[in-house]
């Protein structure tokens, strides 16, 4: 992830529009590794413990959290220290976001605006995609796949939903990515 800083620190440096004094700076950083955690679970002393639980935190990496106001829960993600750094340095007021704060922000509000019973939602990124189920705005499922080829891709969309014995020709699927 050095390399990644480095490039990263010379792209913003190389950008005049990226040295505006801006109010408000948030960056969404998108990774498979989070543990989503209902609020009453939630403790800032335990968070390493959390996470743990479904990943192994690296060595140069430092964990984020981010409160979803949708669903009173909490994401708890990784973020390696070199590219967390970069960032905060060039940008003091910055809020850093997991990609899922936002979706599911938007998804639970358009499916209580919309009252519809059931909705499937799929954010694509080049390695992995975000899965989400809401049932009369509940999340029943949020969960990341990682997937090399399209046949895993098939898969693991497929069998979410075979797992919660739904549809996939009855259940509207929206995707984005």
Known sequence: YKILAVEIEKFINENEILKHPYLHIKLIFATPRFTFVPSPLFSLLE???LFEFNHKLGKNEFLNHNYIFGNSSYIIYAIPE???SVFETNFSNIRIYHQSCPMIEEVLLKN???NTSIQAYLS???EFFDFTILENATI???NSFAYQSLVDFQYFLLN???QLQLSPLKVPLNICG
């Open 47 to 49: 968070k390493d413990k």
């Open 82 to 84: 070199s590219i967390k």
């Open 112 to 114: 209580k605006l919309t």
């Open 124 to 126: 694509i990124y080049p």
């Open 140 to 142: 029943k499922i949020f």
């Open 160 to 162: 979410s939903f075979d």
